[in-house]
């Protein structure tokens, strides 16, 4: 699959663990969605990785009320001249009121039209949180090795991870329905979500809309 070194700096910088996933279905229901929270909506940019502070303008977010994201990756060297925009499609829901996006790939500007064909229309889950001008997103960084050492639900399902040519870095593929994440976020967010800087990004409100 190339589905991973498809995407942009936002889920690269996510995914610092060398393993993924992605979700077939929707990892919402339709009883657990909600709108897009009017805290959520406007500019923001990247603040900190890894616990490190970074360029204010390396990654920038634009966040709009209809769920639809614009990702910009800035260049990090003088010189460099190329500008990478990403559209995704964010559906926020909530699980024991902890706030969580399902985000989709809309369009991959940068890739020739060949390669975006082939990427694997994968859901990505995110958990958020806003505090005063910070937004914090986390990636699910326990979620392959939990997978992998058979510590998920049985209802759970997954395909046999893919692994990227050349790399020992899998893409595991889950198949389950919304309903089945839904109980397992209940009793196994601290597990799947650590409170690790290597799984976050802090992003800093530039813009409310």
């Known amino acids: 699959m190339r589905f991973l070194r498809s995407l942009p700096l936002l889920f690269l910088v996510l995914c610092c663990s060398g393993c993924m996933s992605v979700s077939l279905k929707p990892y919402y229901t339709p009883e657990n969605q909600i709108p897009v929270p009017d805290e959520l909506v406007g500019l923001w940019r990247l603040e900190k990785l890894q616990g490190k502070t970074q360029k204010t303008n390396l990654l920038q977010l634009q966040i709009a009320k209809n769920g639809e994201t614009k990702v910009t990756q800035f260049p990090e060297k003088e010189g460099e001249e190329t500008i990478h925009r990403s559209t995704f499609y964010t559906q926020c ?19 020739p039209a060949a390669e975006a064909l082939t990427m694997v229309p994968g859901h990505l889950l995110v958990k958020l949180s806003v505090s005063g001008e910070t937004l914090r997103a986390v990636y699910p960084l326990n979620l392959p090795k939990l997978a992998e050492d058979g510590k998920l639900p049985i209802g759970l399902t997954r395909i046999l991870p893919e692994t990227t040519p050349g ?29 690790d800087s290597r799984a976050s990004c802090e992003f800093r409100r530039v813009l409310i809309q």
């Open 167 to 195: 790399k020992a870095e899998a893409i595991w593929v889950f198949t389950a329905p919304g309903s089945v994440w839904e109980e397992t976020l209940k009793t196994m967010s601290p597990q799947i979500f650590p409170d």
């Open 93 to 111: 829901f909530r699980v024991n009121g902890e706030l969580y996006a399902d985000c989709m790939i809309r369009s991959l500007k940068t890739l």
